[in-house]
């Protein structure tokens, strides 16, 4: 029962993530339409708010680049079945791409050959937690090829400390430019070591627009690099304006006193993410998205610009 139950769950987080944006990240588009300045900005983003109503109303992804796919699992200890997820997260990924539909990603990079189903070697990606409970949450991102390709790694010197992780962040973000199609949203970790880091910056893209990190330290460093990011005047698609940026979540880890590394891991504005929390008593709660974009009734409220 479980498996049918996973692969059923994560068939319907797939499509809300290729076609439903979160409500928060409806809601951050939304204020940032109505505090850009730029003409030429304003207008990206009400183009970009039509897209979003359009694929809602068709049934229809976002954007032709369906992304690479990453499952985060958090998996309580005592949740049946545990051994079968990954197999039943696979299946998903290829009924998905069939019917929402998916583009397929998947590309052997040795030979050049899609597999035509968004799978393979570590495709779809998973990355589990192990808690204490009888439940198995999942979470969906999908995450576009411009993003992924302006996200950055780097090692800094730990005597520089914080100050030049802001410059690498603003660095980073000027030299992509218009590539991630901002406004985007940043995910940047440092500590650890380099491959936590970059681990740690894309899950902190999970993380709801809006809710600070709890450390009043990190959410003030995530205020001045908001600020500073915006400062840039790179603005909407690139073409100028004050928002550069819906949101900025800074997460780190313990370093070693000889190391700084940082990363910076971009989304594009589509932030396209979905969860849901299986009970081990068979029920399924959604929590990312409503009732009616799961079976894909579209609501007449449904006009962002007003």
């Not at 997260?89 to 998947?106: D, E, K, Y």
Request: charged share 25%; proline share 5%; with cysteine.
């Amino acid at each position: 029962m479980h498996v049918n139950l996973v692969e059923e769950t994560a068939c319907n987080l797939l499509k809300q993530a290729a076609v439903h944006l979160p409500e928060d990240v409806k809601k951050a588009l939304i204020r940032a339409y109505n505090s850009e300045e730029s003409e030429v900005g304003k207008s990206q983003l009400e183009a970009i708010l039509k897209n979003i109503e359009l694929a809602e109303e068709n049934q229809a992804p976002i954007c032709q680049d369906t992304g690479t796919i990453t499952f985060y699992i958090k998996a309580g200890s005592d949740f049946k079945m545990l051994r079968h997820v990954e197999e039943a997260l696979v299946t998903a990924v290829r009924r998905a791409t069939r019917h929402v539909p998916l583009r397929p990603n998947a590309i052997n990079p040795i030979n050049g050959r899609n597999s035509g189903d968004n799978t393979g070697r570590f495709s779809p990606q998973t990355i589990w937690e192990v808690v204490a409970g009888d439940f198995l949450e999942l979470t969906v991102m999908l995450k576009g090829g411009g993003s992924e390709n302006a996200s950055a790694l780097s090692t800094l010197l730990p005597s520089d400390g914080i100050k030049e992780l802001k410059k690498f962040v603003v660095e980073t973000v000027v030299r992509a430019g218009a590539q991630p199609c901002p406004p985007v949203i940043l995910g940047i970790a440092f500590g650890g070591n380099v491959d936590l880091t970059m681990k740690l910056a894309k899950k902190a893209l999970l993380r709801p627009l809006g809710k600070a990190n709890p450390d009043p330290e990190v959410a003030r460093l995530e205020a001045e690099l908001m600020d500073a990011v915006n400062s840039t005047g790179i603005g909407p698609m690139g073409l100028g304006g004050r928002i550069t940026t819906l949101g900025v979540h800074v997460d780190y880890a313990y370093r070693h006193p000889a190391t700084f590394p940082a990363a910076v891991a971009f989304s594009c504005w589509a932030l396209r993410r979905a969860s849901a929390r299986i009970n081990n008593d068979g029920s399924v709660e959604y929590l990312t998205h409503r009732d009616d974009e799961l079976y894909g009734h579209v609501s007449s409220e449904n006009t962002f610009i007003r």
